[in-house]
């Protein structure tokens, strides 16, 4: 089991030495896509394929409709570089640099995206609206030196059925150089993050003229690399104006699928995804220890959302879950939104260059260093895009998740009976469950339901993991929700 799973994510030199006949990225591809769990490979291992049930019918991915479709194949990999090559050109974009200048610096950057963005909310009618909230960020002792402005720009989708569900996508415009309160140098930041920033805006510019059912938002937010400010004061704002933000994505560092050893790896892009959530109250968290759902946080049941949706043909990526809030010794804007109790994930290239990640523009022992617009692959970066694409516009028509899920614990039965809080929602059909062997790591077994709120399922609850999604009439289902003793 350990080595099926090992092969769902290899660079494509050790996967051509098992296999030879590998000889391009694609053709890996096409193998790695049968890594999903729906797949009879996962349950060549007993261990992964116990219980023997035959309850439910196994899960296959949900592949994008026609809409869908037409959406993926907008994105261009051209607009996306000449929006990374705008934001260089700006010289600094450090979150100290001056915002009054009108070539240079985070201001002037700040007012070209807010341009941008107002230019695509000009096709929708009405239903997108773009805005820049901003606030001064104090001397913090550390990487705030003085007083500054923190602005984000947010270009809101409204949906057309369910308006106050939101889906957030975002990426930081705010760079630095070795030096983080260095705010003179220049630090053109062309992965680190333009490459995030052009995602949110080059998908708000597809996504204008459509209508989501849902509410969708496309935010480039600052302050990122002086301790997350931006995202902080965007969730903190939702939070407090009790937004129901039911998913996020930040996307930084998706910029080059190319590592320091050369190694590349162009159809791969990580999401991290965290287990216990910080903000459980102290009776949830020893719940969640004592059944075993460490592994089925909202951040992950989100991930796993994402794989079913966004790991096709259409998209050419493959997506690793990474069962961590990020990469060691660094922080990303998801983290304010989980912190504010919202479901949240990073997407991240899959192996990183540090020699072009914070680091001042020079050539030391004939080594180019600098986040420079070189060493960016906008093709790469492009098929990124769809897999965001592809989440928010599935999360966005889907309807919401089923809420108050919960497994009757008060008797001993090997059946396993389940409620959850009714919902007359416009968009919904019904409902099913899902479950899985509890060493999978993803979903394997679809059972339907109906439109009701209240199943007994012939399987018991102590050997296998169990979720309940909502199903959509036009075939959109959920992500997951993980059943509590109740």
Same mark, same amino acid.
């Given at each position: 089991?350990?080595?099926?799973?090992?092969?769902?994510?290899?660079?494509?030199?050790?996967?051509?030495?098992?296999?030879?006949?590998?000889?391009?990225?694609?053709?890996?591809?096409?193998?790695?896509?049968?890594?999903?769990?729906?797949?009879?490979?996962?349950?060549?291992?007993?261990?992964?394929?116990?219980?023997?049930?035959?309850?439910?019918?196994?899960?296959?991915?949900?592949?994008?409709?026609?809409?869908?479709?037409?959406?993926?194949?907008?994105?261009?990999?051209?607009?996306?570089?000449?929006?990374?090559?705008?934001?260089?050109?700006? $010289?600094?974009?450090?979150?100290?640099?001056?915002?009054?200048?009108?070539?240079?610096?985070?201001?002037? /950057?700040?007012?070209?995206?807010? @341009?941008?963005?107002?230019?695509?909310?000009?096709?929708?009618?009405?239903?997108?609206?773009?805005?820049?909230?901003?606030?001064?960020?104090?001397?913090?002792?550390?990487?705030?030196?003085?007083? %500054?402005?923190?602005?984000? %720009?947010? /270009?809101?989708?409204?949906?057309?059925?369910?308006?106050?569900?939101?889906?957030?996508?975002?990426?930081?415009?705010?760079?630095?150089?070795?030096?983080? &309160?260095?705010?003179?140098?220049?630090?053109? $930041?062309?992965?680190?993050?333009?490459?995030?920033?052009?995602?949110?805006?080059? !998908?708000?510019?597809?996504? /204008?003229?459509?209508?989501?059912?849902?509410?969708?938002?496309?935010?480039? #937010?600052?302050?990122?690399?002086?301790?997350?400010?931006?995202?902080?004061? !965007?969730?903190?704002?939702?939070?407090?104006?009790?937004? &129901?933000?039911? $998913?996020?994505?930040?996307?930084?560092?998706?910029?080059?699928?190319?590592? +320091?050893?050369?190694?590349?790896?162009?159809?791969?892009?990580?999401?991290?995804?965290?287990?216990?959530?910080?903000?459980?109250? =102290?009776?949830?968290?020893?719940?969640?220890?004592?059944?075993?759902?460490? *592994? +089925?946080?909202?951040?992950?049941?989100?991930?796993?959302?994402?794989?079913?949706? =966004?790991?096709?043909?259409?998209?050419?990526?493959?997506?690793?879950?990474?069962?961590?809030?990020?990469?060691?010794?660094?922080?990303?804007?998801?983290?304010?939104?989980?912190?504010?109790?919202?479901?949240?994930?990073?997407?991240?290239?899959?192996?990183? +260059?540090?020699?072009?990640?914070?680091?001042?523009?020079?050539?030391?022992?004939?080594?180019?260093?600098?986040?420079?617009? @070189?060493?960016?692959?906008?093709?790469?970066?492009?098929?990124?895009?769809?897999?965001?694409? /592809?989440?928010?516009?599935?999360?966005?028509?889907?309807?919401?998740?089923?809420?108050?899920?919960? #497994?009757?614990?008060?008797?001993?039965?090997?059946?396993?009976?389940?409620?959850?809080?009714?919902? &007359?929602?416009?968009?919904?059909?019904?409902?099913?469950?899902?479950?899985?062997?509890?060493?999978?790591?993803?979903?394997?077994?679809?059972?339907?339901?109906?439109?009701? &709120?209240?199943?007994?399922?012939?399987?018991?609850?102590?050997? %296998?993991?169990?979720?309940?999604?909502?199903?959509?009439? *036009?075939?959109?289902?959920?992500? =997951?929700?993980?059943?509590?003793?109740?």
């Amino acid at each position: 089991m350990l080595f099926l799973i090992f092969l769902t994510w290899l660079p494509l030199s050790l996967a051509s030495l098992i296999s030879p006949a590998a000889t391009s990225p694609f053709a890996l591809h096409s193998r790695q896509l049968l890594s999903f769990p729906s797949q009879n490979d996962i349950f060549s291992c007993p261990a992964a394929s116990w219980p023997p049930a035959s309850i439910g019918d196994l899960l296959t991915p949900q592949l994008p409709d026609q809409e869908l479709q037409d959406i993926l194949a907008e994105i261009d990999p051209a607009r996306i570089e000449a929006i990374i090559a705008k934001l260089v050109s700006f $010289g600094t974009r450090h979150t100290l640099s001056s915002q009054t200048d009108p070539v240079r610096g985070i201001g002037a /950057a700040r007012d070209w995206i807010a @341009e941008q963005m107002r230019s695509f909310a000009a096709a929708s009618n009405g239903q997108m609206e773009v805005t820049v909230p901003s606030y001064v960020q104090q001397p913090d002792g550390d990487r705030i030196l003085f007083p %500054v402005r923190i602005s984000d %720009v947010v /270009a809101t989708l409204k949906g057309s059925v369910d308006p106050g569900r939101y889906y957030v996508v975002s990426g930081h415009y705010d760079t630095r150089c070795s030096d983080p &309160n260095d705010f003179e140098c220049d630090s053109p $930041g062309a992965d680190d993050d333009a490459s995030g920033v052009a995602v949110s805006m080059e !998908l708000a510019r597809i996504m /204008a003229s459509r209508r989501p059912a849902a509410t969708i938002v496309f935010v480039a #937010v600052a302050g990122e690399e002086q301790g997350l400010y931006g995202a902080n004061y !965007l969730a903190q704002s939702y939070k407090n104006a009790s937004v &129901n933000v039911q $998913g996020m994505f930040t996307n930084d560092i998706i910029g080059s699928s190319t590592a +320091d050893d050369g190694t590349k790896d162009p159809y791969t892009v990580r999401i991290f995804a965290q287990g216990n959530p910080t903000t459980d109250s =102290a009776a949830r968290a020893r719940a969640r220890a004592t059944i075993g759902g460490e *592994n +089925d946080s909202p951040a992950r049941q989100l991930a796993r959302f994402v794989v079913g949706v =966004a790991e096709n043909n259409y998209t050419q990526m493959n997506i690793p879950v990474v069962y961590r809030l990020d990469r060691f010794l660094r922080g990303g804007d998801h983290r304010p939104f989980l912190e504010a109790g919202y479901a949240a994930c990073r997407f991240t290239e899959p192996n990183e +260059d540090y020699a072009h990640q914070h680091q001042d523009v020079r050539v030391e022992n004939g080594t180019q260093y600098g986040d420079l617009i @070189e060493f960016v692959d906008f093709e790469y970066i492009a098929r990124v895009a769809k897999v965001n694409a /592809a989440a928010l516009w599935s999360l966005a028509n889907a309807p919401e998740s089923p809420r108050n899920v919960t #497994v009757n614990t008060t008797l001993l039965s090997n059946d396993s009976q389940f409620k959850w809080l009714a919902s &007359n929602a416009t968009l919904l059909a019904g409902y099913e469950a899902l479950w899985r062997p509890t060493g999978a790591p993803f979903w394997t077994h679809v059972i339907p339901l109906g439109n009701v &709120n209240t199943a007994t399922i012939n399987l018991s609850k102590d050997n %296998v993991i169990f979720g309940i999604r909502s199903v959509g009439k *036009n075939g959109y289902a959920s992500p =997951a929700t993980f059943p509590f003793p109740g």
